[in-house]
Nanobody, 115 residues
Framework: QVQLEESGGGSVQPGGSLRLSCVGPPGIFRTYEMHWYRQAPGKQRELVAGITSGGVTNYADSVKGRFTIERDNPKTMMTLQMNDLASSDTAVYYC?????????WGQGTQVTVSS
């Protein structure tokens, strides 16, 4: 009934850029903390970046300086701008929203970085 939807995944060469988007219900985007996670084959799901309802951001060390997370609450949209992509960034990327008593996930979008 309530879910998040990612888009923008694809295949790029090392050093390239990609922008992911996530959309969801307005009620979630008003107050929920939002995150991007990723999961590579055989690996645990990893927190890539997060942004609070007030716009405070944090990033995994591996993506600092390369990725930028933003949210536009009136548009019920969150984005992840990914620059200087490397093969180690290859994974399924998931949008996540965390409230005090519940959480929501998107279905994931594949990002493949290869030469």
């Amino acid at each position: 009934q309530v879910q998040l939807e990612e888009s923008g995944g694809g295949s790029v060469q090392p050093g390239g850029s990609l922008r992911l988007s996530c959309v969801g219900p307005p009620g979630i985007f008003r107050t929920y903390e939002m995150h991007w996670y990723r999961q590579a084959p055989g690996k645990q799901r990893e927190l890539v970046a997060g942004i609070t309802s007030g716009g405070v951001t944090n990033y995994a060390d591996s993506v600092k300086g390369r990725f930028t997370i933003e949210r536009d609450n009136p548009k019920t949209m969150m984005t992840l701008q990914m620059n200087d992509l490397a093969s180690s960034d290859t994974a399924v990327y998931y949008c996540h929203a965390a409230g005090d008593i519940d959480e929501y996930w998107g279905q994931g979008t594949q990002v493949t970085v290869s030469s």
